[in-house]
Nanobody, 114 residues
Framework: QVQLVESGGGLVQPGGSLRLSCATS????????MGWYRQAPGKQRELVAR???????NYADSVKGRFTISRDNKKNTLYLQMNSLKPEDTAVYYC????????WGQGTQVTVSS
């Protein structure tokens, strides 16, 4: 059974940076496109960044130029570097496959506030 464990969230001031990590186990990480998702209070979960098995990346317009998704297939780990953070980036962040989701992890809270 695939397990996803997100970490790296926290409280940061506007303009700050955070790096999220997603450790995966129980599956063949390298063959799947992966994504970072976020869910703000009262809103639906949305995909903010996607990385293909070959390393190609796509971003939501709201984070383009500020967030960078990457993966380390040897460590079965997904990353999200978040720079120039804004209050509207406040949400719980999750990782999962880009399609055919597996069970969601607990997520990691990111709060951007002065």
């Amino acid at each position: 059974q695939v397990q996803l464990v997100e970490s790296g969230g926290g409280l940061v001031q506007p303009g700050g940076s955070l790096r999220l990590s997603c450790a995966t186990s129980g599956g063949i990480f390298s063959i799947y496109a992966m994504g970072w998702y976020r869910q703000a209070p009262g809103k639906q979960r949305e995909l903010v960044a996607r990385i293909g098995s070959g390393g190609s990346t796509n971003y939501a317009d709201s984070v383009k130029g500020r967030f960078t998704i990457s993966r380390d297939n040897k460590k079965n780990t997904l990353y999200l570097q978040m720079n120039s953070l804004k209050p509207e980036d406040t949400a719980v962040y999750y990782c999962n496959r880009a399609s055919t989701w597996v069970a969601w992890g607990q997520g990691t809270q990111v709060t951007v506030s002065s």
